[in-house]
């Protein structure tokens, strides 16, 4: 029958306004976890990860914490700007399976002026 | 120092005919591993080559093959098309270890008609 699509959920939010984009992952295996941005027509761009031995990162306006105990993460984007529009996805990794990411469904992040 | 490249970027195909994508990681990368992403399913692991040897693979039929080259170049190939085949194709890579990050081409837009 016909695929049905995923429906992303939508964080729609003022530019200069902070986001809050949220993830729950599935493997207490996985010990590894990174954030992508993938914009219309173009592959996933990594934005900043995270070990397992880790609760909380920083990088340039985002910052990725991590919740062990109930398998969150979360990526927090300051000042969020019209050029962070796009839909991003959560990956996790298993130190000892390689380079095989499992992907969220993903966050669809509209800007609006 | 340049991305991950892939070709070709758009592809039409009809059912039953096979096809080969092409992805050249970034330079001194050895890991490739390829993801298939679709509306319906997300983006979903297909299997990764390392040094020419397949590490890990997806739980996808044995009509998705792969290979790696000494240069570390990868094809995946995919024969007898069906319809739900029809998906953005994209080929990451890593230097090596599972911490590492992978980055993403643009991708290979594979339509079956």
């Known amino acids: 029958g016909e695929s049905v699509g995923l429906h992303l959920p939508t964080l729609s939010v003022q530019e200069g306004d902070n986001s809050i984009i949220n993830c729950a992952y599935s493997?207490?295996?996985?010990?590894?976890f990174i954030w992508y941005k993938q914009e219309s027509g173009k592959g996933p761009q990594f934005i900043i990860d995270?070990?397992?031995?880790?609760d909380k990162r920083q990088g340039q306006r985002v910052t990725v914490l991590l919740n062990k105990t109930v398998k969150h993460l979360s990526l927090q984007i300051a000042a969020t700007q019209p050029g962070d529009s796009a839909v991003y996805f959560c990956?996790?990794?298993?130190?000892?399976?390689?380079?095989?990411?499992?992907f969220g469904t993903g966050t669809q992040l509209k800007v609006e002026l | 120092k340049a991305g991950v490249t892939q070709t070709p970027r758009y592809l039409i195909k009809t059912r039953g005919q096979q096809v080969t994508l092409s992805c050249s990681p970034i330079?001194?990368?050895?890991?490739v591993s390829w993801y298939q992403q679709t509306p319906g399913q997300g983006l979903q692991f297909l299997f990764e080559?390392?040094?020419?040897?397949?590490?890990n693979k997806g739980n996808f039929p044995g009509r998705f093959s792969g290979r790696q080259f000494s240069n570390s170049r990868s094809e995946m190939n995919v024969s007898t098309l069906e319809l739900g085949d029809s998906a953005l194709y994209l080929c990451?890579?890593?230097?090596?270890?599972?911490?590492?990050?992978?980055?993403f081409g643009p991708g290979t837009r594979l339509t079956v008609l």
């Open positions: 990451a890579s890593t230097i090596r270890y599972s911490t590492d990050t992978q980055y």
């Open positions: 493997n207490s295996a996985s010990d590894y």
């Open positions: 995270i070990r397992s031995n880790m």
């Open positions: 990956a996790e990794n298993n130190q000892g399976g390689g380079n095989k990411l499992t």
């Open positions: 330079s001194g990368h050895r890991s």
């Open positions: 080559y390392f040094s020419e040897t397949q590490r």
